[in-house]
């Protein structure tokens, strides 16, 4: 009985011991998570909460992401995956160039960052594209003209991005426009867009503007309210459970792109579906809800909200 004491003690000490010297390697017990997905279950995930410093961290130049914004707590997690990783990140709203710095810093094992800062006529003519490095490039142009987005696209070569992050003008029209231009053809499945400064949606006084555009019809609830406007994505996501596999209250259908949106303060973080990973989903789903007999047979009340559901952001210049 002594010996079958012992030898538990001694394997729970050799357990403890392994446990410590790994925690030792890692440099903190929490800083990695096991990621118990199908496609991560070989590799480990740096943790929101090492997300999130690793954001603070980063930034040295005292952008206004960190320093006014709080954007590391808001949606630094969101990038925890990427963080060791040869990332392709896009960010439209280059300012100082401060935030370009940042990403640098974050993400040390980037393939290639890319900036967009605001012009127009010759400026976008002159200086469409400065490689600032083999890694880093500006473009200079306007994210609410479709045929500038097209020309970045084309200068891609069908290369996409991990992460875009839309720091531009924060007119709610030119938010919705560029998502719904870059979701699908700029955004790697798997990958993230980030919508900053959502703040605007809620100028409800009248004449509100803002870099010389005007801010239309916005306010909780309204039209002008990118946020209102995305509120639609948590049910085009279960289109399938209202029978309608074809709803979409987006442009080009991009929300059905999309495997979850998460509202924070003064930001909204949108993911990209792995398209392979969602087949199956989408199968039981989207196109064979297993439930139909509990649904109304008429549908009228959905009708009649789908009716009132679709709906063009206020100020919106689709050019696409």
């Known amino acids: 009985m002594w010996s079958s004491r012992l030898q538990q003690r001694i394997g729970f000490l050799l357990c403890y011991s392994l446990f410590l010297y790994c925690s030792f390697l890692l440099g903190r017990r929490e800083i990695f998570s096991c990621a118990c997905t199908p496609r991560n279950l070989k590799s480990l995930e740096i943790s929101p909460a090492l997300a999130t410093a690793s954001f603070a961290k980063a930034n040295i130049d005292k952008s206004d992401k960190t320093k006014y914004h709080n954007y590391h707590i808001m949606y630094g997690p969101a990038l925890g995956p990427f963080l060791q990783k040869p990332v392709r990140l896009l960010e439209i709203g280059v300012n100082n160039g401060k935030s370009l710095k940042l990403w640098q810093r974050l993400f040390p094992n980037h393939e290639f960052i890319a900036g967009v800062g605001y012009g127009s006529g010759t400026a976008v003519q002159n200086t469409f594209k400065r490689m600032l490095t083999d890694k880093?490039?500006?473009y200079t142009g306007s994210q609410a003209d479709s045929e500038f987005l097209g020309r970045i696209l084309e200068d891609m070569d069908g290369k996409k991005f991990d992460i875009i992050v839309d720091d531009g003008s924060h007119v709610p029209w030119h938010q919705i426009f560029t998502l719904e231009y870059m979701f699908d053809k700029f955004?790697?499945?798997?990958?993230?867009?980030?919508?900053?400064?959502?703040?605007?949606?809620?100028?409800?006084?009248?004449?509100?503007?803002l870099y010389g555009y005007p801010i239309r019809n916005a306010g909780i609830g309204k039209q002008g309210n990118?946020?209102?406007k995305l509120k639609g994505v948590a049910d085009t996501l279960n289109r399938g459970m209202l029978l309608d596999p074809t709803f979409s209250i987006l442009h080009g259908k991009v929300d059905h792109l999309m495997s979850h949106i998460t509202f924070s303060q003064n930001c909204i973080i949108m993911n990209k579906k792995h398209q392979e990973d969602w087949k199956q989903a989408e199968h039981n789903t989207v196109h064979n809800y297993h439930n139909p007999s509990y649904m109304e047979p008429t549908r009228n009340d959905y009708l009649q909200y789908k009716a009132t559901a679709v709906w063009d952001i206020s100020g919106m210049e689709r050019t696409f």
Request: proline share 3%.
């Open 187 to 209: 955004l790697k499945d798997g990958g993230v867009y980030v919508i900053e400064d959502v703040e605007t949606s809620y100028w409800d006084r009248p004449g509100a503007s």
């Open 226 to 228: 990118v946020v209102e």
């Open 136 to 138: 880093h490039v500006l």
